[in-house]
């Protein structure tokens, strides 16, 4: 039995969770997201809580039993707390700036790198080195701030680039004096 797929996820108070043929939907107070289920689990809403089983024990049922429990959980927490990602921007002339709802990057190209917001996700700028992505939906957030570290990842020289504010950057020395 799958550690993960066997614990029932909790549904707070004040978010609805649905099953209507093959798709999960839950929402909450920050909003709705949905989920098309695979037929090797069996999904249920009981007392509160949903319950995910699988049908055999079959390599694919027990891979996909904690996948589908996870992602449910993912989305339960979406709705009710949200998700963000911060990133840090380094480097002398790096900049970041709301523009509308969505975000205007100096990264030291020629021309200024505009993004904007898609649905379901916010950005902030809390100062012009950092960029706050925000959102129901935990996939959605990671890929968003995935695609900005993406533009200038971080150099291992000087640090130089956006970063998660939680990433270590390993460092290279220069070149030796001689």
Do not use: C, W
């Amino acid at each position: 039995m799958s550690r993960i797929g066997k614990e029932p996820v909790e549904i707070p108070s004040g978010v609805d969770v649905s099953l209507a043929g093959d798709t999960i939907t839950v929402k909450g107070p920050k909003g709705t997201l949905t989920q098309a289920s695979h037929d090797r689990v069996n999904i249920a809403v009981e007392s509160g809580q949903v319950v995910v089983t699988r049908p055999d024990e079959e390599r694919d049922a027990r891979a996909l039993h904690g996948l589908y429990r996870s992602l449910i959980a993912n989305m339960v927490t979406g709705v009710t707390e949200g998700y963000s990602k911060t990133l840090d921007i380094v480097g002398v002339g790096y900049r970041a700036a709301m523009q509308g709802k969505g975000l205007k990057l100096q990264l030291g190209f020629s021309h200024d790198v505009i993004i904007d917001a898609i649905d379901g996700i916010e950005f902030s700028v809390p100062s012009q080195n950092q960029v706050v992505v925000s959102g129901a939906n935990k996939q959605q957030v990671g890929q968003v701030a995935a695609n900005i570290r993406k533009l200038r990842p971080p150099e291992p020289y000087k640090g130089k680039g956006v970063k998660y504010a939680d990433e270590q950057i390993l460092r290279k020395a220069g070149k030796a004096a001689g």
